[in-house]
């Protein structure tokens, strides 16, 4: 059946709205009262988000720089805006550390790196990961506002003068409240919920990295997205350059 179908290659998450969406998307009509019917008859349902524990801590003697976003998550254009952070994860042989990169205009993960301890090492590996990809892709990265919460890993030196290398401008939240950075913590929240949770349990390093890679690439590019219009955050980019090709010119010509 294809509501079953839709359910299983989406990691199992999607809830009656999103399986009916989806089907829609492949040309397939059915009414979504139908499709909640069928996936209570089933036994199907989407995923529950849990509570996300922090993660980082801060360091109350680093110099951090200004709150340049001020909870304001939606800006009008992609690389305008990144949020970054960090969640972990149980395995056998003992906790993993995951560092995201997110791009705030689509919700798109644009980095990610993952690793046994939890130093600057690995959000610098997970900023490179981002600047690779938007540079890989022909972006300019120059001006880019980098947000996240006060975890020393981020208000490093090393990572400050990375982010000062390539034109990016570093911005942490003011207040230490989750809010400060909620947009990268409610990625977490999914990240642990339809993927963490699960698939478990997790015997490595190795194999957390494996299937985040997976996630990532399914998250990016198939994963219905409310905030996106129900469309993938890699379809909401591309739809966004369609509309402005004169602005990926300009960016092309920085380069």
Known sequence: MDITRVHRENYGVYGARKVWLQLNREGIEVARCTVERLMRQLGLRGAVRGRVKRTTIADPAAARPEDLVQRRFAPTAPNRLWVADMTYVSTWSGWVYVAFVIDAYAR??????????????????????????????GWDVKDVVHHTDRGSQYTSIALTERLAEAGIQPSVGAVGSSYDNALAETVNGLYKTELIKPRGPWRSVDHVEFATAEWVDWFNHRRLYQYCGDVPPAEMEAAYYSQHPAQQTVELSHQ
């Open 108 to 137: 798109r993960i644009i980095g990610w790196r993952t690793g046994t301890t939890m130093t600057t090492a690995l959000v610098l590996d997970a900023i490179e990961h981002a600047i690779w990809t938007r540079e890989r892709a």
